[in-house]
């Protein structure tokens, strides 16, 4: 028998509620639970970027292959990815605090173990175990903000949440760098020991749990299996296409599956008395459209980004700390932007900041398919800056308009879907902006290489050689004579930017498709129940 009791909420106006006085103390009081949960936020997206710089020494220590180093990343990323909206549900039915802090306990745990790891078979193992703990923790940790503040605020804190996370993204690879050359690669991970204990503790004393008078009391078991099967073999067909390829019947099948499994799971969500999400969420248009503009930010942000690295490291030569320096303008917009951007959505609605975030995001992204081998930096500077400050208003703002626009009891999901397309689009962006420079080097390389005279290379070669310039290495034999080793380097260096350049429109084209995803939004339309929702 299908259940209209969820559905029907989703789409009724809130009932007024009433705004309790200010906290007094420390327990629940509204910016102080802000602290606290930023703290624990901030080890999940710092550990999404920090583990890259680590991965060459892990490698060399536990002499581990190249395959095994990529499920470092692999494994924590599809582990969050999966269970992102299904611990967000678990919040819902337990209460945030609780699973929050299970979280913070969890991840800190997990850290500790990997760099007590003696084998590269135990790093992924609890490099998966982290992805699993920061699942609960994220969502965990919106449903809580939406609880506690009071409408008129809840912008604000969400503009420094964050900026939370887009600072510790962007920093991770500085800090990284500091550890790596200074300490140990096992330090990346302790560090997160004694942070996860002051969270815990923070936690602790300051946390008050919030439950909607109308959270789940059950568990829709097939729908989590559907949901996170779909979810699965998506992320896994496009963490695995690039080896596989584009074309090949194994990235098909995943992918055939996926759809598959997605089917399955809204056919199943109208028949359920509790469903996983109630699909009625989406006939909210501003939820939809801040999902999608989610996804869709992260592809140009996420898949732009990745080719950066490689730019500075390896056409410009930059150590790793250097390269993370560099991206300091990022990293400093975003800190300074997100709570701008929290307090302009609040006066005037998240379609105009959106709007604007994107269409900066477009041009930043368009200036960075200019960059050449010899672009100064303060060129460089200007589009990171103007990346960030794009990027600003869109985290803050998507985010307010998926969590606002769903009823009290369903924040948890909410957040938990505001990170899974988050987490896609990322993603996505890396899967298909790889293929279009895969595609790019693979149609230049060669011309550029017979223009250049250098000695003529067979096919295998020529495969190899193109895997090296799409990361912009030099495929320089050794023993080569330094004037030959020079030249191989320029043509490489020369194809990884014509490859790159074209990624990057690729991803101002998609930020443009954006611009039009953003002007579908509004502000929520349940951000009033927050904070009255029940305290427990």
Not at 219 to 244: H, Q, Y
Request: proline share 5%; aromatic share 8%.
């Amino acid at each position: 028998m299908t259940s209209q009791t969820t559905v029907d909420k989703a789409d009724k106006a809130p009932e007024p509620v009433s705004v309790p006085a200010p906290a007094k103390g420390l327990r629940g009081h509204p910016w102080l639970t802000l602290f606290s949960v930023a703290i624990g936020v901030m080890m999940v997206a710092l550990d999404g970027t920090i583990v890259a710089i680590a991965n060459p020494a892990i490698q060399k220590d536990l002499g581990a292959s190249f395959a095994d180093v990529q499920w470092i990343t692999n494994g924590y990323f599809l582990a969050l990815a999966v269970t992102l909206i299904t611990a967000g549900k678990l919040g819902d039915r337990f209460g945030h605090r609780q699973t929050f802090l299970i979280g913070v306990i969890g991840f800190a745990a997990a850290s500790g173990a990997i760099g007590l790891s003696d084998s590269i078979a135990l790093v992924v193992t609890f490099r998966v175990f982290q992805g699993l703990f920061g699942a609960l923790l994220m969502p965990a940790a919106l449903g809580l903000l939406r609880a506690t503040f009071p409408a008129e605020k809840l912008n604000m804190a969400i503009g420094i949440w964050g900026m939370v996370i887009g600072a510790s993204t962007a920093g991770g690879p500085i800090l990284g760098g500091l550890l790596v050359q200074h300490v140990s690669w096992q330090s990346v991970f302790f560090i997160n020991v004694p942070v996860g204990v002051i969270a815990l503790v923070l936690g602790l004393l300051i946390l008050k749990d919030h439950r909607a008078q109308n959270a789940p009391r059950s568990f829709d078991i097939l729908g989590i299996v559907l949901l996170s099967g779909a979810m699965f073999c998506l992320v896994w067909a496009l963490i695995k296409a690039p080896t596989w390829g584009w074309g090949d019947g194994l990235t098909w099948t995943f992918l055939a599956a996926s759809v598959l499994c997605f089917a399955l799971f809204a056919i199943w969500e109208t028949r359920v008395k509790e469903p996983l999400i109630p699909l009625a969420l989406f006939r909210s248009v501003p939820l939809s459209a801040g999902v999608v503009l989610m996804v869709l930010m992260a592809i140009a942000f996420m898949g732009g980004l990745f080719f950066v690295t490689f730019y500075l490291q390896n056409v410009h030569g930059m150590s790793p700390v250097d390269s993370g320096l560099h991206l300091l303008p990022l990293t400093g917009m975003m800190i300074v932007g997100s709570p701008l951007a929290g307090a302009m959505i609040t006066k005037v609605g998240p379609r105009i900041p959106l709007a604007g975030g994107m269409l900066l995001t477009a041009v930043a992204m368009y200036g960075m398919s200019t960059l050449e081998s010899g672009t100064g930096s303060g060129v460089m500077s200007l589009w990171f800056a103007l990346l960030g400050l794009g990027l600003a208003p869109v985290m803050v703002g998507a985010t307010e308009v998926i969590v606002g626009n769903a009823p009290m009891e369903l924040s948890g999901v909410a957040g938990g879907l505001q990170q899974a397309a988050m987490q896609i689009g990322g993603s996505l962006g890396t899967a298909v902006l790889g293929a279009v420079m895969a595609s790019k080097v693979g149609n230049d390389l060669a011309g550029n290489w017979t223009d250049a005279k250098l000695p003529p290379l067979t096919p295998a070669q020529l495969d190899q050689a193109s895997e090296a310039v799409q990361v912009g290495v030099g495929p320089v034999p050794k023993g080569t004579p330094t004037p030959l080793a020079e030249k191989i380097t320029s043509v490489a260096h020369d194809t990884f930017i014509s490859g790159m350049s074209l990624a990057c429109l690729v991803a101002a084209g998609v930020a443009v498709v954006a611009i039009f995803v953003a002007l579908l939004t509004k502000r929520g339309a349940n951000a009033e129940a927050g904070a009255g929702a029940a305290h427990i």
